[in-house]
């Protein structure tokens, strides 16, 4: 009877949990890995995050600047194209918010390109950066983020796949035209909605 899912000490069926996307699996207490390049290595001390392209003047900020803003936390999950999604994590650092209000955005603007320190790119409409969508974080449950996951400092967007939320990031370029980054030149979705499934261009 493989359809039996209550009593006589069947294993009680189990909902799916309704924070996973379709096609989605919980890795639990898990974090996979997934980096392209070689894990840089830095320090905070001489990292820098910059706004250019579509604004009024180009913004650079050191981290110290960025430990001025108000801190802002994610509670939440996180999902992977590659079907893993992290349920009930969290993040602290700022929102992108309060950085995207230090620079005076030029009306055209409609999309960013996001890059690391090691030349991963990713883009993303403005629109998915702002309304406390989005983070630059340092930590993870309460700890520094380690580098393989994207420390000291990484883009978090969790409401799109993981791979919109670039590790080492360091410039933001805001552009009047989408500007496919390094997985979308390579057959992923420009914009890449786990609850629309869109994992690849054409999805
Ligand atoms: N710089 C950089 N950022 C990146 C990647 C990468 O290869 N390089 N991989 C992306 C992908 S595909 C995912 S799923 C997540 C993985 O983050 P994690 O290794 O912390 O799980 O980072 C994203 N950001
Ligand atoms: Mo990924």
Redesign the pocket.
């Known amino acids: 009877m493989a359809f039996a899912s209550r009593g006589f000490g069947g294993r009680p069926h189990r909902q799916r949990d309704e924070r996973l996307p379709p096609g989605q699996y919980d890795v639990g207490s898990d ?7 070689v894990t840089p290595r830095f320090s905070l001390d001489n990292w820098t995050f910059t706004i250019d392209g579509l604004v009024g003047m180009t913004h650079t900020w050191s981290f110290q600047d960025i430990r001025a803003l108000p801190e802002s936390r994610y509670d939440g999950d996180i999902h ?3 079907t893993w999604s992290k349920l009930g994590t969290s993040f602290t650092g700022v929102s992108v918010d309060s950085l995207i209000a230090q620079v005076q955005v030029a009306p055209e603007a409609e999309f960013v390109l996001a890059t ?1 320190t ?1 030349g ?1 790119t ?1 883009n993303l409409p403005l629109a998915d950066l702002t309304g406390g969508k989005a983070w630059l974080v340092w930590e993870h449950e309460g700890k520094p983020l380690t580098a ?3 420390g000291p400092i ?1 883009l978090l967007v969790p409401h799109l ?3 919109k ?4 990031i360091t410039k933001f370029t805001l552009l009047d035209h989408d500007e496919p980054g390094f ?1 979308e030149r390579n057959g992923y979705h420009d914009r890449g909605d786990p609850w629309k499934e869109q994992r690849y261009q054409g999805d």
């Open positions: 974090w996979p890995v997934l980096t392209a390049e992977c194209v590659t690391s090691t991963y990713t393989e996951h994207g990484r796949y993981f791979w939320s670039a590790k080492w997985w």
